[in-house]
């Protein structure tokens, strides 16, 4: 056993944090975090170690860990969606995909594999999450993936805003937590704009499809405010970049009209659907727009959405730091970032005592209190 803090169990193992390429703005965050919740009774230069995930010339590619992790607790940061690293193969510059990340991941478990005491995986956008269940003939590559985190013998595997969280059924007897940012989204939108008003007759939530309506009644409940809903009309006799076309998107809920209106959704890809439900709540006479998104991926940049803030559609879109943020998009008027490093460095800190998260899990009390703060209730 390690050293112990005030109140809490005592530390399982020396915590070890390794940043996956892509990653070290974040981690330096997290590492910061974890010396201020320490220093009171450890002294520690660093929580990260090292690695290397070099690559040979024809692309492929290895795992060096630098340091001892004999009997640490391991907790690896990775993006699989970080697109903006790069390796090299046959002279060729090539981009990282979700597919080369996991690979160099597996990499890294399986340089760790019988060294460290246990090892957890934070994984803020799940891999292949969008590809979590069956409709046709095809492969359910977010569950293979999860079994084969487990086989290689991660213990957990902490992921935020997951499209779907029942997917932890392909691994129902290991860790699985999936964490929400509702309580760091309205904290960045009180802070944002201070004249939200948190009134059902001010400002409504909208769900832009029938899939996310369980995060959003989440929002509605904790901030006592209305919900309505878009669902999308496809057409499922054609199939188009492998899925149904969307035909129209059509409203569901109470009048919006001279409210202002939060959109919540997990992930922007391409943004034509948010955007669109932004124009049609703007027509109907949506005050402002907010939009809510964990994982602001823009893969067709981010033109579309300059237009839509200069047309007046949109107000701010709120995306967390948990994945790659391509450049230019902190110049844009419309962008706020939510930084999600704290609270990560709550997880590992409590976790690595082995404490219960639940209080961290469910941020009820924690929104209530920022209500109160700022006068809302």
Avoid at 238 to 256: F, Q, S, W
């Amino acid at each position: 056993m390690e050293s112990q803090s005030n109140g809490m169990q005592p530390i399982v193992g020396k915590l070890s944090i390794i940043s996956m390429r892509g990653c070290e703005e974040i981690t330096s965050k997290i590492d910061w975090y974890l010396k201020q919740f320490r220093k009171e009774y450890e002294d520690c230069e660093t929580y990260v170690t090292h690695i290397t995930c070099p690559r040979f010339g024809t692309g492929e590619g290895k795992c060096v860990i630098s340091e001892t992790i004999r009997g640490h607790d391991v907790y690896v940061i990775c993006d699989m969606f970080n697109h903006g690293v790069t390796y090299k193969m046959y002279d060729h510059e090539n981009h990282m995909s979700p597919d080369d990340h996991f690979q160099d991941l597996k990499r890294i478990i399986a340089a760790a594999s019988g060294k460290a005491r246990r090892i957890t995986v934070v994984m803020p956008m799940l891999y292949e999450g969008r590809q979590h269940r069956r409709t046709a003939r095809e492969s359910l590559d977010c569950a293979l993936a999860l079994q084969e985190l487990v086989r290689m013998g991660v213990s957990n595997i902490i992921t935020f805003d997951a499209h779907d969280a029942r997917v932890q059924n392909a691994i129902p007897l290991n860790g699985f937590d999936d964490v929400q940012t509702t309580y760091q989204m309205i904290k960045a939108l009180t802070r944002a704009v201070p004249d939200i008003s948190f009134d059902k007759e001010d400002t409504i939530v909208i769900s832009p499809d029938e899939g996310g309506m369980q995060r959003c009644m989440y929002y509605s409940s904790v901030l006592e405010i209305d919900l309505g809903m878009f669902y999308k009309r496809r057409n499922y006799s054609v199939i188009v970049d492998g899925k149904n076309p969307i035909e129209a998107h059509e409203y569901l809920g109470r009048d919006v009209a001279g409210k202002d209106v939060i959109i919540v959704d997990d992930m922007i890809s391409s943004g034509e659907s948010v955007l669109e439900i932004a124009k049609k709540l703007k027509a109907q006479g949506a005050k402002r727009i907010f939009i809510f998104t964990a994982f602001g991926l823009f893969c067709n940049g981010l033109k579309k959405f300059d237009e839509a803030y200069k047309n007046g559609e949109i107000n701010r879109v709120f995306t967390t730091n948990l994945v790659y943020r391509m450049p230019g998009l902190f110049e844009r008027a419309w962008y706020c970032e939510v930084d999600m490093s704290k609270y990560i460095s709550l997880l590992i800190d409590t976790l690595n005592h082995d404490e219960t998260i639940s209080n961290l899990l469910v941020p009820v009390t924690r929104i209530k209190n920022l209500l109160k703060k700022i006068g809302q209730r």
